[in-house]
């Protein structure tokens, strides 16, 4: 008989990674495409998704027929349980049920889930939460995600709309956040955050080498890293600034619920982690209680930028052991 695999997702606005998992769970077969969600209709996104996986099949050399499942990590508010994404900020979704035309297309079961909320249940099924019972993750890219898993379950709020730590408001007339609101963390610590920040201080004239990839927007993670190993000086100054916020918020989190774990996650962590690790765990202890510091731990996500993969693969499995 054919053997089996899994296939999944993870839908960025940028792009999207895909990977298929055999039975044992190691990953066997890997695509990464850019995508351009801007101005594309739902029918092109669910386009792209079914290219990708279509594309995938023909790379691995497999069957249709031998894809036992498909699930995906995406970014907005997304109905885990029927497959509606209810809201996504960066791709063209609004009350959409994506689940039925990907199920119709395949014949196989088809999960999908906001895209922290998927990384975070991947850490604790597979990466470096593994063994706790609950966790805080936060990752931290272009936007800010959050995730939590409460007494061993991925904790989604009413309404799938939990866990936006992003915009926890840490300076109510701070920066500008895309949500409306000032001084959310996401404003002050994601990509654009930093890159808000070094733009800012470029433009009262301080020389910085960032300057040119913060003009027209957010930077590249790597470039971040490279600046940050040189000491560009308004580079390390956006970035402790964005550090010493992740700490609060880690603190506020901390005394909240008082996890075994916070993982940090996302494309700047994977990029400049260890740095950022190293300056959030420095000043954390000014804002956890001291009772609860000593039972929790800071890490980075152990899967890196596989973390959300994983977590599909745990979405298909649970989302398997309900039927
Ligand atoms: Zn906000």
């Not at 089996?4 to 039975?23: E, P, Q, R, W």
């Not at 029927?82 to 035309?101: F, Q």
């Amino acid at each position: 008989m054919a053997e089996s695999y899994y296939i999944c997702l993870d839908i960025g606005g940028t792009k999207i990674l895909g990977a298929i998992f055999n039975m044992k769970k190691e990953i066997v077969y890997r695509l990464k495409k850019k995508t351009k969600a801007d101005g594309d209709s739902v029918q092109n996104v669910e386009d792209t998704i079914i290219s990708v996986v279509s594309e995938m099949i023909e790379g691995f050399h497999i069957k249709e027929s031998q894809i036992k499942a498909i699930a995906a990590g995406a970014p907005g508010v997304i109905d885990q349980e029927k497959g509606i994404v209810l809201e996504s900020p960066n791709l063209p979704w609004k009350n959409y049920n994506i689940k039925k035309p990907i199920e119709k297309k395949f014949g196989a079961p088809f999960y999908i889930g906001n895209d922290v909320n998927v990384g975070v249940l991947g850490e604790y099924k597979y990466g470096v939460a593994k063994g706790c019972k609950n966790v805080v993750g936060l990752f931290v890219g272009t936007g800010m995600g959050g995730g939590l898993i409460l007494d061993g379950k991925l904790y989604t709020g009413h309404l799938f709309k939990g866990a936006e730590y992003g915009h926890m408001i840490l300076v109510p007339d701070g920066p500008r956040c895309n949500c409306g609101q000032r001084g959310c963390l996401e404003a002050l610590s994601s990509k654009q955050g930093i890159s808000d920040y070094i733009r800012q201080q470029a433009g009262r004239g301080r020389k910085t080498a960032m300057a040119d990839a913060c003009a027209g927007g957010v930077f590249k993670s790597k470039l971040l890293k490279k600046n940050l190993e040189a000491r560009d000086p308004v580079t390390v100054e956006a970035v402790n600034r964005a550090c010493y916020y992740l700490a609060i918020a880690s603190g506020n989190l901390v005394n909240t619920f008082s996890p075994e774990i916070v993982v940090y996650g996302g494309g700047v962590i994977e990029a400049c982690g260890d740095y950022f690790l190293d300056r959030i765990v420095a000043d954390v202890d000014r804002f956890c209680m001291p009772s609860i510091r000593n039972t929790v731990r800071f890490e980075k996500a152990g899967l890196g930028d596989d973390s959300i993969l994983y977590g599909a693969l745990a979405m298909i499995l649970d989302g398997s052991k309900k039927k």
